[in-house]
Each structure stands twice: as C-alpha cells, then as structure tokens.
C-alpha cells in the first residue's frame, strides 16, 4: 500500500523559503511520477510541479517556474519541494501524490495522496 507523508510546511515571512518533503512508501515500479498540487479553501487543487521517478524531468506550472524547484532522492523514497521568494499568495495546503505513468498536470489523474502540510506565508 502506498503512503505519502508530507512535511516541512510551517510559517515564514513574505520572502523567505522553505523546502517540502514527501516520504513514499510502499512505490510500485509502475508508480513513475510524483507531484506537488496545492488547493486554497473553496478551490480547486492546483499544479505545482511533477517530477519523474527518475528525477530526469521535471514540470513546474507557470505561476511558479521562477520560484519553485522539485527533485527526488530516490535512494530516500523523497520528493522535495524548493519555494523561493514566497508571497502571502502561496499559503495555502501543499499535497504530493503519485501516478502510474508519466506526470500529469491534472490532479484526478493521481491516484495516491498524501494528507498536505499547511503553508502560511505573513507579511
């Protein structure tokens, strides 16, 4: 059974920086890419990053190209989450997820969740 763990949410100031981790156990081989998806309250889940298994390719959507890295260690079964420059705009929850195939912009396309670490961004 697959399990995603988040962590690393917390608060920082307008500016600052923080890096998510998602902890994956229990990965298939077919378990190929890992995303990052946010969601405020009374919206939709939106696209962060995704990232192969491999850690060769990467996505990241627009709104967060500039600011945001994504990586895996492999090794550690770990997806990180770098964010940069953080604005009150990118508080919100943070939630990693694997798909079998290849990342996807789409979040119902994912088919395990983790349960989010909260991002709060004062400033």
């Known amino acids: 059974q697959v399990q995603l763990v988040e962590s690393g949410g917390g608060l920082v100031q307008a500016g600052g920086s923080l890096r998510l981790s998602c902890a994956a156990s229990g990965l298939s081989s077919s378990s190929i890419a890992m995303g990052w998806f946010r969601q405020a309250p009374g919206k939709e889940r939106e696209f962060v990053a995704a990232i192969i298994r491999s850690g060769d390719i990467t996505y990241l959507s627009d709104s967060v190209k500039v600011r945001f890295t994504i990586s895996r260690d492999t090794a550690k079964h770990t997806v990180y989450l770098q964010m940069n420059s953080l604005t009150p705009e990118d508080t919100v929850i943070y939630y990693c997820?694997?798909?079998?195939?290849?990342?996807?912009?789409?979040?119902?396309?994912?088919?395990?969740w983790g349960h989010g670490t909260q991002v709060t961004v004062s400033s």
């Open positions: 997820a694997t798909r079998n195939g290849f990342p996807s912009r789409t979040a119902q396309s994912y088919s395990c």
